[in-house]
């Protein structure tokens, strides 16, 4: 989170504390419920440690652990740009409806997804009755919901940000938008292929922690690419535009693009059955 933008001069943030006491300013309701998520995912990666159970080749609660650590940062990473809107703004229609969008989406899918791994079933691509079927349609479209919310912020962020540089704003509202574009389109993209195995062995040996197969090809990795783009690409076209002041929007957008290309890349390289690194 603390990557997805530049901290604001009225925001000094320098280690964790006052890091946490800049994003609650910022938004606390949303801000809250990243950091709960991120706390939840630390009581289940204590309960891992004393149960063995295997699900699809890893740990039952690996995938839980995930959504709850990625969700949570979306929602840190989204609280932070709407303090970079004017004070009026924060409270507006559109940013209100992201804002318990964000929350409703996250948790019905997290409580889910939590659910079964405590089961020791699937969620996802699980169809084995009616319920699991409904269910698992309903959390497509909340994820889609979820990733949708990414383009009223970056509207009014391109139109309410004044307060940032012309450079870093511009970081942000791409980051925001691709997120919808390169996040959802993977999404879309692993459901219609039924899984995010291309060749190799579906359940077989991944990276560590990030779990992405080694063996053959995985949808995953351009989903990521998009998911995580309005934490990575303020953060390089920050850099990269602080090192060339002049050219600073130009530097952004080329980022932008290597970004898609990279991603785009990413989703060629898996569609091709072969891993990002194999081992």
Do not use: C
């Not at 889910?112 to 084995?128: C, D, K, M, R, V």
């Amino acid at each position: 989170m603390s990557s997805a933008t530049l901290p604001l001069p009225q925001d000094p943030v320098r280690g964790p504390v006052p890091l946490l006491r800049a994003v609650r300013r910022r938004d606390p309701v949303l801000a809250d419920f990243g950091l709960a998520l991120l706390a939840i995912a630390l009581i289940l990666a204590a309960a891992w440690l004393f149960d063995a159970r295997q699900l699809h080749g890893e740990g039952v609660w690996a995938k839980p652990i995930k959504f709850l650590l990625s969700v949570g940062l979306f929602a840190l990473t989204n609280a932070w740009f709407i303090g970079d809107l004017p004070e009026a703004r924060r409270g507006a229609a559109p940013i209100r409806a992201a804002r318990w969008t964000i929350i409703g989406a996250g948790t019905f899918e997290l409580v889910y997804i939590t659910w079964q791994a405590a089961l020791g079933q699937p969620s996802h691509f699980n169809e084995a009755t009616p319920f699991h079927m409904v269910m698992y349609a309903l959390m497509g479209i909340g994820a889609i919901t979820l990733t949708a919310t990414t383009v009223p912020l970056a509207r009014e962020i391109a139109r309410h940000g004044t307060g940032l540089s012309p450079a870093l704003r511009l970081a942000i509202v791409l980051g925001l938008v691709l997120t919808f574009i390169l996040g959802t389109g993977a999404g879309v993209a692993i459901a219609a292929y039924g899984g995010h195995a291309v060749g190799g062995v579906a359940d077989g040996p991944g990276l560590p922690l990030l779990g992405w197969s080694t063996t053959g090809g995985d949808l995953r990795v351009p989903h990521f690419l998009g998911i995580h783009a309005p934490q990575l690409l303020p953060l390089a076209g920050a850099g990269l535009a602080a090192a060339w002041p002049r050219r600073a929007r130009a530097v952004v957008w080329l980022v932008s693009a290597l970004y898609i290309l990279v991603t785009l890349a990413a989703f060629a390289q898996a569609l091709l059955g072969r891993p990002l690194i194999g081992l």
